[in-house]
């Protein structure tokens, strides 16, 4: 049947409709479910058929493109009858009452959308577009429900961040990225330009930066901290020319989004000093092919400042956004300690250390910013005394630097790890690709507060809002940039967006199932990572663990054999408890055949459980090793995703591990966990010596192996020895030697790694 879509988009201008309140949320049948969740929905009684024919009216050039937004929408999911002479009448009116970026959406016999604002008329169509989405039929009709939505931002600043250095994302996915800011009412897009490893924004004046500065020898294959990592051996570059720039930026001008461009100094600079190094005070680097925190710092001289005004200068005249991001984090001064020029500068400023050339370099970075008519953002790392208090800090490395910040008089936007790293591990099932470390689980992003209890009310004012940082060292195409940030961001939109009081992380997952197919018929990719099982120790309880699994939605399966959950295998319905030691394997079934996951735990009930343990020469503290703990909570970390939570490191080249027990006992076999399994290649130890003692403070060794004689069951060193009773162990772990250390560009001595010491 011919489809006829009668859209009509002109100006007209029509009366001002009588004003209405709303009366809170009612549901019926036809619940709009949308992300994030509006301030407000009343949903009335019965449902529009919407025609076959739109009839789309602005009173507002401002507007014309937010209609053609919703031509483009309708028409991919239009209602089927043929009659555009009934056409449904859709209106975007201006309305100066509303605030910059609320809006109002009411769909009765024809659908009303009202801001004072593109932006605020750009979130209409938003909400407008996920309800066509949901109530489309399969038979062509749409049937939108009655409702009225006042809706309205909870912060002003709600951003995602896309690192464009370790991996480059050409312009139409920086396009594709905007359009996914904009649908999720986000407004902010933090582009981080510059790092060690690419330039990626030319700099007319500085032709290098890009010739040289944006293209690398290779790339690190596996985690850049394996040991005896490997380079691809394929040369990564791109970057984008100041024509294609100005084309982002009005494209994400069109969707209410503004740019944050981040030239990032005094550090992560090495891109920038292979191809200048003059403005260095160490040698010249190589961009680099790692990825970590190198030393390679901007020397604060003056031909460093006249650089950076010229650079910032290309850069403010670029964007034409408030702010300039300009990095400040994780600055390594060495190269700073050995350097006359900063040696003159400390003098003559009387610093009292080389730390104090960072504050000044934020000193001098703002006054060149402030004359070019831009506000500064910095990382955290920033916050010193003497720093201009108009510049903002993006807190990431916790809420707590960002309630510092605040109080201390500066706008903060937080970002912080935990909440909002999406470069982090979604879950710890073993069907997570390679991640850089550390987990941010849905329900954690769900869960991230930018306002802490803690920050007095007189400061919260200075919470701009929020964002979420999308690092790239390994992510690598835009398949894989979409399933870090989906749903994820989703659940940061709505964090920013929605009152506070209305979060519901149950209801926000049900939301979801709209809005993920709504995501996709866009095609985007979304992970289902929160569908995974998540599986923990509740607690010990004699010789044995009650465990629990978890997942965001459908029915646990689990075995204890090792073999994989399927429909005959039990269904999780509350903690299990296993004696002895036990493998724990878990899917989430959701129907339809659909199976999410490859989760497991192992654990091991064993002597030294319940003895004391301390570490090196460190007294009967036991908690004062917090990373200790994890050797003996009973958890094999050596089938789970890398986590280095799970995991123990010592940084030294021989460890002496103490088990004491109550009294004597009888031991002939210790176990020591040394190889991640997942994603993290650990430095296997050199050497172990197990000795035995007893009342009488006799030691004795019952055990010694080097790296060619140890005997390990793949993922742990084990070694038997004829049964003794002794009141403790003596375990001595020598590293792996020394290493090349690509960040610290030296030998240094390999780290112990290790999990769970199993006594038996
Ligand atoms: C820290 S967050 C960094 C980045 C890394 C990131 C990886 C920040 C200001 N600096 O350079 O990419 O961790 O999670």
Redesign the pocket.
């Known amino acids: 049947m011919l489809r006829r879509l009668g859209i009509r988009i002109g100006v007209v201008v029509f009366g001002a409709v009588a004003a209405w309140t709303v009366v809170g949320t009612t549901n019926n049948v036809m619940t709009a479910k949308i992300v994030p969740q509006p301030a407000q929905i009343q949903t009335d009684d019965g449902e529009l058929i919407v025609s076959a024919g739109v009839d789309i009216r602005v009173d507002d050039d401002e507007f014309t493109f937010a209609a053609e937004q919703l031509r483009v929408a309708f028409a991919k999911h239009g209602a089927d009858a043929d009659d555009a002479d009934s056409a449904t009448v859709i209106e975007l009116a201006r309305d100066d009452e509303l605030s910059v970026e609320s809006y109002t959406l009411e769909i009765n016999e024809r659908i009303r959308l009202r801001a004072a604002t593109r932006a605020g008329m750009g979130h209409a169509v938003q909400t407008l577009r996920q309800l066509i989405f949901q109530f489309h039929r399969d038979d062509g009709r749409l049937v939108l429900p009655r409702l009225r939505i006042v809706d309205a931002p909870r912060f002003g600043y709600r951003g995602m961040h896309l ?1 464009v250095s ?1 991996h480059f994302f050409d312009v139409d996915f920086v396009k594709r990225y905007i359009d996914l800011i904009a649908l999720h009412k986000m407004n902010y897009f933090h582009w981080h330009l510059t ?1 060690d490893q690419g330039w990626r924004i030319e700099i007319k004046k500085y032709p290098k930066l890009t010739a040289i500065g944006s293209t690398r020898a290779g790339t690190v294959t596996g985690h850049s901290l394996s040991f005896g990592s490997e380079l691809d051996g394929v040369e990564h570059g791109g970057y984008y020319t100041q024509d294609e720039i100005r084309d982002v930026v009005s494209y994400a001008a069109e969707r209410g989004i503004t740019i944050v461009p981040e030239f990032d100094v005094p550090g ?1 600079a090495s891109a920038l000093l292979a191809a200048y190094p003059e403005f260095g005070c160490g040698p010249r680097p190589d961009v680099q092919t790692h ?1 970590g925190i190198f030393k390679h710092v901007l020397c604060p001289k003056e031909m460093t400042f006249a650089f950076l005004d010229d650079v910032f200068g290309e850069i403010a005249a670029l964007f034409p956004g408030p702010y300039l991001h300009f ?1 400040g ?2 600055v390594v001064t060495d190269h700073w300690q050995s350097c006359d020029e900063c040696r003159e500068l400390m003098a003559r400023e009387g610093m009292q250390g080389v730390a104090e050339i960072q504050s000044y370099f934020t000193r001098r970075i703002e006054s060149i910013l402030r004359a070019h008519g831009k506000r500064g953002i910095g ?1 955290d790392e920033i916050l010193a005394d003497g720093i201009d208090p108009s510049t903002v800090v993006m807190a ?1 490395r916790s809420v707590e630097r960002g309630r510092l910040a605040a109080e201390s008089g500066h706008d903060v936007i937080m970002s912080p ?1 935990g909440h909002a ?1 999406f ?2 591990y979604q879950s710890t099932s073993l069907d997570e690709p390679l991640a ?1 470390h ?1 987990l941010t689980r849905l329900r954690d992003v769900y869960a991230f507060e930018p306002e802490p209890d803690e920050l007095a009310g007189e400061y919260r004012a200075r919470i701009l809002g929020g964002q979420g ?1 999308l ?1 790239t ?1 390994y992510v690598d195409s835009a398949e894989a940039a979409d399933r870090m940030v989906l749903p994820r961001m989703s659940a940061l939109a709505e964090v920013l967006w929605s009152p506070k009081g209305q979060r519901s992380l149950d209801e926000f997952v049900a939301r979801l199932g709209e809005f993920i197919p709504f995501l996709e018929s866009q095609d985007y990719q979304v992970a289902r990572s929160h569908l995974k099982p998540e599986l923990s120790v509740i607690d010990t309880v004699d010789g044995g663990f009650r465990i629990a699994m978890d997942s965001e939605a459908g029915a646990i399966h689990y075995t204890l054999d090792g073999s994989l959950p399927d429909e005959e295998s039990p269904v999780y319905s509350g903690p299990i408890s296993v004696q002895g030691s036990a493998t724990v394997r878990a899917r989430t079934n959701i129907g339809d055949g659909h199976w999410y996951g490859d989760s497991r735990l192992s654990v091991e009930f064993h002597r030294a459980m319940t003895a004391k343990l301390t570490v090196g020469n460190g007294g009967e503290d036991d908690a004062k090793w917090l990373d200790a703990r994890v050797l003996r909570d009973g958890v094999l970390a050596s089938d789970r995703i890398f986590n280095y939570q799970e995991w123990a490191m010592f940084q030294d080249e021989a460890i002496v591990l103490r088990v004491s027990f109550d009294g004597p006992t009888e031991v002939s076999r210790v176990s020591v966990g040394i190889d991640a399994g997942q994603h993290r290649r650990l430095p296997r130890p050199r050497g172990v010596r197990i000795f035995g003692h007893n009342t009488n403070g006799e030691v004795r060794e019952l055990y010694s192996a080097t790296a060619e004689t140890m005997e390990t069951d793949q993922t742990r060193i084990v070694a038997s020895f004829p049964v003794t009773r002794v009141t403790g162990l003596n375990i001595e772990i020598l590293n792996a030697g020394t290493l090349w250390s690509a960040e610290k560009e030296r030998m240094l001595p390999a780290a112990i790694v290790l999990d769970e010491i199993v006594v038996h």
């Open positions: 690192d370790r790092d992560h990825f990095g984090d994780e990382w990431w790890v790293y470069d982090f850089i550390g940082n690092w060292e």
